[in-house]
């Protein structure tokens, strides 16, 4: 059979054996669809995080054969165009009041802290998502939710933090809503030890790491189920899931170390600590 072929014995018999061994295509399709079976908001991952996850699975994979794959299986996600222009000045007033400067890193955990409002239409109307984001590797560390976006909401989301985390010192950022200038919500800062900074008038990227997380949280959860018909409570449960079992624990994080959930990264930089005490 070789000499009518015209092939060596030895290709013959690695064709043959190569015959039920599935192809690169496939192994990493399969890779794929395991990566997106983990988890259902998996299917928001972009290339750079697919291609993490697939060699935490142990399959090393290009960018443009990734990228040919995910476009096959229909998992690319278009860009959104980004606004231009919107930046307006400031006054020096509002320079010093801004402490972080839109530098949006931090050598520690609960040194540089973020918050805002963010809001989503529930069948009893709107619900409005109040949480506390570390800098440092990208943490929720405490979320309130309310059918009202008075200073209590942000109050308490403070108190919460301040309970579960050592955040005396630290520096919590946020924008110059009503709620995070009033006297008790500045009462409150100061019982807990930390320090405010406030963004500048009509400045969207004095707290831009923060309105990401809130972009993550609507693409990944919010605008792929009907809250409008939802009860708020279930709503809520829906939120709390996603943020304090998948993104806090499981999400991977590009921008931490071997691109580990943020929980993660915490709890291995506290155990450094202590090994190192």
Known sequence: MCKVLEVSESGFYRFKNNLNKPSRENVLSAALDSILADSPYNKNYGVLRMQIALKKKGITAGIRRI????????????????????TKSTTEVEEKEN???????????????????????????????????????????????????????????????????????????????????????????????????LSGVHHCYDNARMESFFATLKKDLLYKIPT??????????????????Y?????????????????????LCELTNVVAA
């Open 67 to 86: 990228t040919k794959m995910m476009r096959v299986k229909g998992l690319l996600h278009e860009a959104k165009r980004r606004p231009k222009g919107i």
């Open 99 to 197: 402490l972080i400067k839109q530098d949006f890193t931090a050598e520690k955990p609960f040194t540089k802290l973020l918050t805002d409002i963010t809001q989503i239409g529930c069948r009893e109307g709107k619900l409005y998502i109040s949480p506390i984001f570390d800098c440092f590797n990208g943490e929720i560390l405490a979320l309130r939710m309310r059918n009202n976006m008075k200073k209590e909401l942000c109050v308490d989301t403070l108190k919460a933090a301040a309970t579960r985390f050592p955040i005396g010192g630290a520096i919590l950022h946020s924008d110059r809503g009503s709620q995070y200038t009033s006297e008790a919500f500045r009462q409150q800062l100061t019982s807990c030890g930390l320090t405010q900074s």
């Open 228 to 245: 409008y018909k939802m009860r708020m409570e279930d709503v809520k449960a829906a939120i709390f899931y996603y943020v304090f079992v």
């Open 247 to 267: 993104y806090n624990k499981t999400r991977i994080y590009t921008t931490n170390p071997d691109a580990l959930p943020p929980a993660a990264y915490r709890a």
